[in-house]
């Protein structure tokens, strides 16, 4: 089926570094989402694309428009309040609803 | 703006008993989703529904059911808990005009 590879699988950073996480689709996406999910397990909506880049503060998030094979998200001057684990989500399309299928997350730890 | 709520946050249960999750928002969204989180994976379709007493099925439905008894309300019953049934489940929610997903806190489930 569809499935969505997403790397690193974990990531430590120092403050003030930047760094990117990437996801591949092994077939063409609607969408992708990113999300943070925190100590406590809250998920967090961080992105809705469907195409194009988004910027939010630190964080910036890149749909590939051509393929629509990968998404990227990079984080920049990274804070210890950043640490946790990243997901991305992509929307095949078709059917009914929105139905994501989520990678396997990076575990991202930011040291002082 | 509006809340995801889901209850109970903990669930411990006897193996072969059947459990219930319940989740309620107050967006108005018409659709809703059940996934289900194993330690460090991501997230897993259970169930889905579009709109009040509809149910679709996700990739992990065997072994659930789910019922939507009004628009912001999803239920979802594990028919008969497992030992390996010891996970995170997550309800989100979106509005099928915009595609965002929202999730609520989740229900951390325990079987002994």
């Known amino acids: 089926g569809d499935q969505v590879e997403q790397s690193p699988s974990a990531l430590s950073l120092h403050e003030g570094t930047d760094s990117a996480l990437r996801c591949n689709f092994t077939?063409?996406?609607?969408?992708v989402q990113w999300f943070r999910q925190n100590s406590r397990g809250s998920l967090i909506s961080l992105f809705y694309?469907?195409?194009?880049t988004k910027e939010n503060g630190r964080l910036k998030s890149a749909f590939d428009s051509k393929e629509r094979r990968y998404s990227t998200l990079h984080i920049r001057d990274a804070q210890l309040e950043d640490s946790g684990t990243y997901f991305c989500?992509?929307?095949?399309?078709?059917?009914?609803?929105?139905?994501?299928?989520f990678g396997t997350g990076t575990l991202l730890s930011v040291k002082p | 703006g509006g809340i995801i709520t889901q209850t109970p946050k903990f669930l411990i249960g006897q193996e072969g008993q059947k459990l219930t999750l319940k989740c309620q928002q107050n967006?108005?969204?018409?659709?809703m989703y059940w996934y289900r989180q194993d330690s460090g994976k991501g997230l897993r379709l259970i169930y889905y529904?579009?709109?009040?007493?509809?149910?679709q099925k996700g990739d992990l439905s065997e072994g659930y059911d789910a019922s939507r008894e009004k628009k912001s309300s999803f239920s979802l019953t594990v028919t008969s808990a497992q030992k390996n049934e010891m996970a995170v489940f997550l309800c989100?929610?979106?509005?099928?005009?915009?595609?965002?997903?929202?999730f609520g806190p989740g229900t951390r489930l325990l079987v002994l």
């Open positions: 989100a929610s979106s509005d099928t005009n915009q595609d965002t997903q929202y």
């Open positions: 077939t063409t996406m609607r969408s």
């Open positions: 694309l469907a195409s194009g």
């Open positions: 989500a992509a929307e095949a399309g078709g059917g009914s609803g929105n139905k994501l299928i």
């Open positions: 967006f108005n969204h018409d659709t």
């Open positions: 529904s579009i709109t009040e007493n509809d149910l």
